[in-house]
């Protein structure tokens, strides 16, 4: 008898069910008596309790279906070790409620918030499987995060959707792209969409650069310019201010994200107004694309057989090609950031785009 | 020899190169000579005589295209009577262009502000066609304008991806989709997506009747509500102010739409978070639709028909699925807004939507 | 208390899950005591007693879900009064299974062939609601069926593929619709698609025609053709056929559908090699479009509300915007045709579509 | 003054246009006088001398257009030595166009048979540099080539409706995807569409072990099967018969593919009658992906680089993530095959797939 726990945690996005269908397809189909135990809502789940045995037909016509069927929410990992509004230990909780349902294994989808608490409870003694999950491809150890390339779609859609209206009216447009530390979905979906100008959290801002590039751009010949700049954007000024100070700010700022602010500078410096399009959390959202389903297939596949194999401990990610286990405790906390002589953004210079420095 | 002007005008949709094809294709068809004279930026192109004689090149492989291949601006009805900075008289150089360019006819697509111009232009002689261009579908004297499915395809794909979300997350969503004055996109756009709640500027709401369904909603265990409010949704508090004191009112708005005020409201009320999702000017971008490729495609060839046979001065509409000529003076400066006693607003109330009344 | 039964019969489609879920929130929504039984596999499920007492959760996230949850199946009207194999007398069993459960009215969605057997079992005293399924749009008594607009979709991004593909090899493609009997299918996909050619089965063709169409249009400098082709295209000869000698030629025919044989006629009358692609099923597949959401909703709710009315013996289906009940006795058995003279291929003619004649 | 020549040649498919983008952009961003001359229709226009100087205005807005600006056609390697009907030399001829128009470099866009050619140019004297097009991704050098995923998005989405129908009639279904040679584009889909079976050229197939799936697919309470079947597939049997033995076999098959053939041994053997769609060319049409436009970018990108430095003679490819130059003498004429022990195999059959062996 295998006995496994599942759970997704933090934000939603793409291939949740298609990665935990994976999971459970590949036990189903290889060992004999298997009880799959799904927690609801993330964390808290697991914390108070609160679960459901799955089937087989829990897991069918699921590949497809986003969101995830389990529920998640947000745990910050901070408040892991911080007794709850009744004295409850969370961590101890959690522990109990795995002995309790003498649990082989703990499945657990998220991205790196989740991955702490999920390396916080290996420590603890479990055994714990980690499945990256994120539209921000940030997770470290890993080439690829299942919800990327679906976010990737989305946010292109926009873009493209974007550009006839803006190439109608000869006008700017930027468009904000999720992402508030990390920047590879801004980076793909506006090399994707053909934006002009791509604006990331790792590569802090010149406004005088943008401006240039928009110039330029006009000179050239074109009515229009696309930015794609992601959530977390930053100018060189404010990446210079000290890190409480920059909170200070960006808690007094009036508008409600970085691209308002930028609009409003490239407006009093230039008279160019500047429309904004945010497409915000359907970034997250609908039927996962074909290849995160791919990517998800694998990676629960893979999951299984190190649950098989009873080898804990690890996150299944994907390099080079290859899908590997990667040890939870090397990769756990870090951060994957585009660096700016990644060779992407060369190749995005090289035709021409900028990223307003 | 036939001469035909053409200018698209107002905010761009999708199916304004869809239904210049299919006047032009329905001209190129029929008649021996044939020019056909595009007009740049709306009104502008033919103030200022800025224009470009199209062939049949032009028009191909256009039908699936976004945006205008003639570009197109706003140039407000009311100031088309004021000369402008140098002095000119707008709506004499109009004719003047006209004239000069011999034209037999000027096909002008756009909405109830472009269509106020075009009404003009016919009572000042000239021979005018106008074709029903708005994501709004607010045209008087026809059942059906070019843009609106294509919107409505796009807004509900945003419900759509937020449904996924807000399941996952147990939480309330607002769509703000487009439509100042008139909601027939949010409506349509509010059941094709599965919206609990649909506010609409023409059926102003009150608060309290917002809170009960999203209360009612969580009884009957649904853990999320989606709610699909119009840009110009109203409450019954601010219908009620006169219309000067409104204007001030908005003008002051701490927040940037109506969906941020009720956000708050609702926040305040009950401690719900209500998440805000904005597609904006992507609801008018991107490829038509099918349907409103057919659509535009039968306006097209009836404004040619109608070219042919010399007969001006009309909107060509549908009505009743008859493609039909619609006298331009009896519709021009009206518009079709949604009656609350609509049979769509009755059918949409009796599966449990609620308007917030 | 208030019990209705519920079926889905012949070709699935999409918009029969939206359509039901409309019915049973209508009903939910205004009605104390509801119970809804679902009888699989169309109506099968209802001769053979095969049924399940549906709850409000079964019709929670089938808005956009395509297929039917209850299953379906294709039963002959003809031989409906042939008792089954065991000697069983079919309609004397839906019958009892009906009066056994106390039903108060059955609801059954489905195109031609069921609406016969629904007539018949409203003739037999039943209390019958139809709802008129169909991709192909040929229910008398109604404007439009659901499910038609969510495969013009599909049928029209087929067409759009191979549009890049044609216009970059310069070659001449087929693209074959549904549509045994009736072409709105591929008037509306061909018009939206751009296609050259549209053969439909209600205008039979002459190859010669089409073959100077193809001519005319390289004449004109196109490199490519674009046919779009029903399923039952016809050529005059065929049509002028006696139908039982119809039948035979059709039976021996050495290709799988009439694109094959009309390719091969085009290839051996003028060396032109005729590409051909089949979308087949997948025209009847996926999540309906928004448009079908909104019209299977609306005939839903006032499926509901005609049950609340207890006004049994109705088609509900829209005629000229507006949502109607129409006596099932009066359309039963009637298909809808393309007429030659349809306002719609008139303007198609128009823009210079050729229809092989 | 740098001078290239372009063409894209092959069957077409999507981003051929993006990757063209890529290289203009690249060398316009970067290089001060630069000419492009676009040979029409592949190999063809480098031949007859069919061609035109290219402004960076033909590369604006192409980026999401399928097809190709350039037109393709398929010429043989085989016969390229081969004088043609009026005696010309085609390799001298294409080498004198080279000279005539003293280019610095010839941009090669296409699959292998393309590649082979490119090669021989290259042997000739001439400065290439390819660039791998293909849905099939089956070129040796590169982990991927530009069309591949949107093809696999096609066709998935194919099997994805299919499956809506399969599931409401407990079929069986077959969707045959494109690739007669190898198998990459029928493994992506078939395991994004959550094929139940897939057969590809690389894995000849048991019948009785793709019945045996089909049965143990019903005994498990799953009414419908989906197979996902290479154009190639083929049986133990024909894989084991002497090539020329073989292509006289499939000469004289009845049936246009190998699907209608295994269908009827499916049939023959169970009585179980399978549907079969075939999306055909859609596989190669309409926009391209995201992810296709952002690895042509990249390899577009490169190309200019490597162009820039005067480096000759190499296909851009992607190895590991990276944009790597690749001997056009070491990869042309090979084939990059699907293997039996691919770990992509090894996971699709952990999770239950069957390959039919």
Redesign the interface.
Known sequence: MLRIGML?SG??CQA?NATMR?VV??L???VQELEVYGFY?GYKGLIYGNYRMLS?KDF??I??????IL???RQPFKLMRTPDEHGLDKVEAMKQNYYKLRLDCLVILGGNGTQKTANLLREEGLNIIHLPKTIDNDIYGT?MTFGF?SA???A???I??????A????RV?LVEVMGHKVGWLTL??G????ADIILLPEIPYDIDKIIEAIHKRAA?G??FTILAVAEGAISKEDAALPKKELKEKIKKRKH?SVS?ELAEQIFQKTGIEV????????Q???SP???D??LS??L???A??LIMKKEYGYMVGII????KKVPLGDVAGKLKMVSPDD??IK??K???ISFGV
């Open positions: 997704t934000g939603d949740l994976g397809k590949g189903s189909a290889n809502d087989a069918s016509g590949l497809t279906k986003g969101g995830t529920g998640t929410s080439d390339q990737v779609d989305i292109t859609d926009a493209d959707r974007i550009h006839t209206t190439a109608s009216h000869n447009f793909h979906a090399i994707a969409g053909g050239s074109h009515g409600p308002y429309r904004i399009t945010v497409p915000g959390h359907t997250r959202g609908g694309c074909p290849y389903r791919v297939t694998r629960g596949a893979e299984a057989t080079n090609g290859k899908v060779q992407l190749e995005a090289c035709i021409g």
